[in-house]
């Protein structure tokens, strides 16, 4: 069985960063499409970024664009979430998730890790 599990979470003040990472287990993970999710209390689960497999294509939600930045190692099944500039509405659960398409729909992606929280106190 797949396992993604993400680590780096934690409660921070509006303005500072956190690095959100993720480590899978997926077999071919350097061919898969990497991304983050989140999902706020009483909310839907909401696409954050995605990376492709050679990482040379990234894409982001227009409420993180210039702010997180998402990379992967893939000699080390490893996916990140560079988060800058931190605000209170960024409080959520953030799942890694993978896939092997590019999308940006929960549906399209069939392995996701167990989430960790950040809180962002204002």
């Known amino acids: 069985q797949v396992q993604l599990v993400e680590s780096g979470g934690g409660l921070v003040q509006a303005g500072d960063s956190l690095r959100l990472s993720c480590t899978t287990s997926l077999r071919g993970f350097s061919a898969s499409v990497m991304a983050w999710f989140r999902q706020a209390p009483g909310k839907e689960r909401e696409f954050v970024s995605r990376?492709?497999?050679?990482?040379?294509?990234?894409y982001y939600s227009d409420s993180v664009k210039g702010r997180f930045t998402i990379s992967r190692d893939n000699a080390k099944n490893t996916v990140y979430l560079q988060m800058n500039s931190l605000k209170p509405e960024d409080t959520a659960v953030y799942y890694c998730?993978?896939?092997?398409?590019?999308?940006?729909?929960?549906?399209?992606?069939?392995?996701w890790g167990q989430g960790t929280q950040v809180t962002v106190s204002s």
């Open positions: 990376i492709t497999w050679s990482g040379s294509n990234t």
């Open positions: 998730a993978a896939g092997w398409t590019i999308a940006t729909s929960p549906a399209d992606f069939g392995s």
